[in-house]
């Protein structure tokens, strides 16, 4: 494995991380002994960045982390956030209907304590904002995420789809030292203003659903997404893009199988190829594509290959919305 500088903090991170989200939440079926042997795996593979959320089946992600971070403590880097509640009685994706976002300093100070109970330790490396809550001050919100890293609680603190002008305001009252955001091939919104405000400022980029949610994988049968798919709520996924979506998927892979790697392999090795401050956190539950998403590391495009990605993204742009109108509406605060 390779490593990256983490911000400022002098931290050397794994230049692939692990999106733990989809082992017990989101995505299809579960198998919790199959997820742990998936964690245990990443530490052999010297994947030491883990991402999850309290929110994540109720805390159960947590938990089910727990399992192998607490023996495993000095070896793993970990992160997770706060920020989303379900309405009572409801297990709503994040951003739908039944959720609400609550950035509040009174609510903060209840979360942590429960992801500390829940994860099996002192103290979390990473500790983000899940969004921005447009009822709550960014200063104050932050501000309170601060008091934790007095209380250490807390080793350092992020946003997640923040925009520029909220990272500036919250770097103002303590250093941030990564923003979440969905960067892939696909979804490219960061560039224009939330990666140079970041640059600028020593705050890494941590890409989450750096495969487009599977899409870039070609593995991906639309058709088979069960109702259960956080998938089957995003306007990219639906019949409206499936013909586009399947034929560059399928002409991405063209591309992969002439530089001699997988699909997914060849989307993250484009991700890490836009900057050493960047540190994409692929999601997966299953060691297979724990070991190929770890091989990406090892492969470098040239500026042929990184044209020949761009003329086949060019050729198929109506890729459809990452996220439905209600979700966008805390995307970018």
């Not at 989809?22 to 299809?28: E, I, L, R, V």
């Not at 941030?176 to 955001?181: E, G, P």
Request: aromatic content about 8%; overall charge negative.
């Amino acid at each position: 494995m390779k490593f990256r500088e983490f911000g400022k903090t002098g931290e050397k991170l794994s230049a692939i991380g692990l999106g733990c989200m989809g082992m017990n939440h989101g995505y299809g079926t579960f198998n919790d002994d199959e997820s742990i042997n998936v964690l245990n795996v990443a530490i052999d593979l010297g994947i030491n960045f883990w991402d999850t959320a309290d929110i994540y089946a109720n805390g159960l992600n947590e938990e089910l982390l727990s399992k192998v971070l607490v023996p495993n403590r000095d070896k793993i880097f970990i992160a997770t956030k706060f920020g989303f509640r379900q309405n009572e009685g409801n297990n709503a994706f994040p951003g739908s209907a039944g959720s609400y976002f609550d950035g509040s300093p009174a609510y903060l100070k209840t979360a942590v304590e429960k992801s500390l109970k829940r994860l099996g330790i002192d103290t979390i490396d990473l500790y983000y904002a899940h969004r921005i809550d447009p009822n709550v001050p960014v200063e104050d919100m932050v501000g309170a995420m601060a008091d934790l890293v007095k209380e250490g609680k807390v080793r350092y603190l992020g946003l997640s789809e923040a925009s520029a002008a909220s990272i500036r305001k919250a770097h103002a009252v303590h250093p941030i030292s990564a923003l979440q955001s969905e960067y892939s091939l696909v979804t490219r919104d960061v560039e224009a203003e939330i990666l140079p405000v970041c640059r600028e400022l020593g705050i890494s980029l941590i890409p989450f659903s750096p495969l487009s949610r599977g899409l870039m994988t070609n593995t991906l049968n639309l058709d088979e997404l069960g109702s259960n798919d956080f998938r089957k709520t995003l306007p990219r996924f639906s019949d409206d893009y499936k013909e586009n979506n399947q034929q560059l998927a399928a002409a991405f892979a063209k591309l992969a199988l002439k530089k001699e790697c997988t699909p997914a392999q060849l989307a993250l090795a484009w991700v890490l190829a836009q900057g050493n401050d960047i540190i994409p956190i692929p999601g997966t539950k299953k060691t297979k594509y724990l070991r190929e998403n770890a091989g990406s590391v090892d492969i470098e495009l040239s500026k042929d290959d990184l044209q020949d990605i761009q003329n086949v993204m060019d050729k198929y742009p109506n890729t459809g919305m990452r996220y439905n109108e209600g979700a966008f509406k805390l995307v970018n605060n």
